[in-house]
């Protein structure tokens, strides 16, 4: 009997909408948010699927969370906002130094 093989397939997970609105420089809705990565009231860090997005300012406080959606609300006085490309481990540092 010949072997046969079978290949399992996963289907991608389809990825979060990712949104900001933000009204005032005083509330900040950010949608698509994977994780928190830090906050405090000088500003908050939060992965998002397009890039980490660090938000920065004056009396930062997340105002609402919601963990199934992705929604974060952040109120306080919002200076800037900067995103950061997601690195991926490109293998160590002797992979860097040899290539």
Same mark, same amino acid.
């Given at each position: 009997m010949p072997e046969t093989k079978?290949? *399992?397939?996963r289907a991608a997970a389809p990825a979060r909408q990712h949104t900001? $609105? *933000?009204?005032?420089?005083q509330?900040? $809705?950010?949608? %698509?948010?994977?994780? =928190?990565v830090?906050?405090?009231? $000088?500003g908050a860090v939060l992965e998002t699927p397009l890039g980490? *997005? $660090?938000v920065g300012g004056q /009396? =930062? /406080?997340?105002s609402e969370l919601s963990i199934?959606? %992705?929604q974060v609300d952040l109120s306080g006085k919002i200076e800037y906002l900067q995103y950061a490309?997601?690195? /991926?481990?490109? %293998?160590g540092l002797l992979v860097r130094l040899f290539r």
């Open positions: 079978t290949e *399992l397939v900001l $609105t *933000l009204t005032n420089r509330n900040l $809705t950010v949608t %698509g948010v994977t994780r =928190i830090s906050c405090d009231e $000088t980490s *997005l $660090t /009396q =930062i /406080q997340v199934h959606s %992705g490309e997601n690195r /991926q481990s490109s %293998g």
